[in-house]
């Protein structure tokens, strides 16, 4: 069973503002892409009670608790980073949603850009 996180207060704002191609992500998506990567990260620790700080290639992820607390998205570290196992990553994406979302994301942009032209 996968642990749920919630997004602590702006938390959502960060990450759409700052994860490319992010911007006009819901919500709901953002909570379980934060959680993938939680479980993906490559690195965590504590850093005081109960806070635990999950590295994903340029992103810190601050967890106390069962709360997302902050995230950091060092941009300009121009970390060429993906992760280690593709497979784990995919099946991830199946279980939370994200490639649900992202196919019907994909085909709602096709069918606008469609009319609009």
């Given amino acids: 069973m996968i642990k749920l996180y919630q997004l602590g207060k702006g938390v959502y704002n960060e990450y759409c503002r700052t994860v490319k191609g992010n911007l006009y992500t819901p919500q709901m998506i953002v909570q379980r892409k934060l959680i993938r990567n ?14 635990r ?12 608790g069962n709360t997302i607390v902050k995230i950091k998205n060092y941009k300009n570290n121009n970390c060429k980073w993906y ?3 593709k497979s ?5 994406n199946n279980i939370l949603g994200i490639t649900l979302y992202n196919k019907l994301y994909k085909e709602m942009q096709q069918m606008f850009s469609k009319k609009i032209l």
């Fill in 83 to 85: 992760p280690e196992n």
């Fill in 38 to 51: 939680i479980l993906l990260s490559n690195f965590n620790s504590y850093i005081g009670f109960n806070q």
């Fill in 53 to 64: 700080v999950y590295i994903y290639g340029n992103l810190n992820i601050y967890v106390e």
């Fill in 88 to 92: 784990e990553y995919n099946k991830l």
